[in-house]
């Protein structure tokens, strides 16, 4: 069964990383799998705090798995906190992929960041990126199969 996917990250810092994971083409199309262009993003950050939460949650709409890809620095952001934070909300199964190790723009690797914090009786799998489509499938189709649970 196919999954509408959003994805959460660190965007400034982690874009690059997140793109290399978005083009294992696991999921059907960028809009399909909840990323947005930077030029949104960049959009709904002038027009301030509520703008982005309207962005962040018109692409929450419809999906059913939230995929937090992990980079340094993301457990402290406070957009990745919200979107968490909106996916417990509407019942969406998490799954965290780490990224830290995949090259920038700039061919650098960065150190291992902490997991995200969420409520104890949420699961919340998380496992390094490994390039593995079809594990990254399965896991995904994992994490909604536990969303089907919670909703039903």
Request: glycine share 6%; hydrophobic share 40%; proline share 3%.
């Amino acid at each position: 069964m196919a999954r509408r996917v959003f994805f959460s990250f660190h965007f400034e810092r982690d874009i690059w990383r997140a793109n290399q994971v978005r083009n294992s083409n696991v999921v059907l199309g960028t809009d399909v799998a909840g990323f947005f262009d930077h030029s949104e993003y960049e959009d709904a950050k002038k027009k301030g705090d509520a703008a982005v939460q309207r962005m962040i949650d018109a692409h929450l709409q419809n999906t059913t798995v939230t995929v937090v890809l992990i980079g340094n620095e993301t457990a402290s952001r406070p957009w990745v906190k919200y979107e968490i934070e909106k996916s417990i909300a509407r019942k969406n199964g998490l799954l965290g992929i780490y990224i830290h190790h995949l090259k920038d723009q700039n061919s650098y690797i960065d150190t291992r960041g902490h997991k995200p914090t969420v409520p104890s009786n949420v699961e919340f799998p998380a496992y390094d990126w490994d390039a593995d489509v079809k594990r990254f499938a399965r896991e995904i189709e994992a994490a909604g199969v536990r969303s089907d649970r919670l909703r039903a």
